[in-house]
């Protein structure tokens, strides 16, 4: 009896132990969704109303201004990251014409994510009152954020020149 007790206690603990590195791999090797651009841009808005006491007609502006810019940016960074992969082709077959086409188009890809950032930032930023604006300048330069697009977006932070990113 002693013993099918221990046979028991071993198999269950074995089926739980192989569960578990299942679970694990499984969880492991599925890679998340991404939020959309509007779940994105709800997040971030949430987030600078708590900050700014954006108004209700404030947050409906900033919802669409940055739905527009976060759906932009997927775009542009599908596109890009499809442009890294040629470009490292590109380098791997000492194809000097391929390098140079490649970069132009990585360059013109940063440019429109950049065009993007500032447009909404530009558009964001003119929705706000002086006494919002002062806040949010000083909020950013406190250190919230980093380089790049958005609170939420890699890097969140300010981006180049003009107001600073949400």
């Known amino acids: 009896m002693n013993r099918m007790k221990s046979w028991t206690i071993r198999s ?9 590195v299942v679970l694990a791999q499984s969880s492991s090797t599925t890679t998340p969704t ?33 739905t527009t810019e976060f759906t932009a940016l997927a775009t542009l960074q599908t596109s890009l990251q499809t442009a890294q992969a040629s470009f490292l082709t590109a380098v791997e077959s000492n194809s000097l014409s391929s390098i140079t086409s490649v970069a132009t188009q990585i360059g013109n890809l940063t440019e429109q994510q950049l065009v993007a950032q500032g447009t909404a930032d530009a558009d964001f930023y003119a929705q706000l009152t002086s006494t919002q604006q002062t806040k949010y300048t000083t ?24 107001p600073p990113h949400h």
Do not use: C
Not at 12 to 20: G, M, P, Q, T
Not at 46 to 55: E, K, R
């Open 34 to 66: 991404p939020p959309t651009p509007a779940a994105q841009a709800t997040q971030l808005v949430n987030q600078l109303t708590t900050l700014l006491d954006l108004t209700a007609g404030q947050q409906t502006a900033a919802t669409t201004i940055f």
């Open 139 to 162: 909020l950013k330069l406190g250190g919230i954020g980093g380089p790049g697009p958005g609170f939420g977006g890699p890097g969140g932070g300010p981006g180049p020149g003009g």
């Open 12 to 20: 269950v603990a074995l089926a739980a132990f192989a569960a578990s």
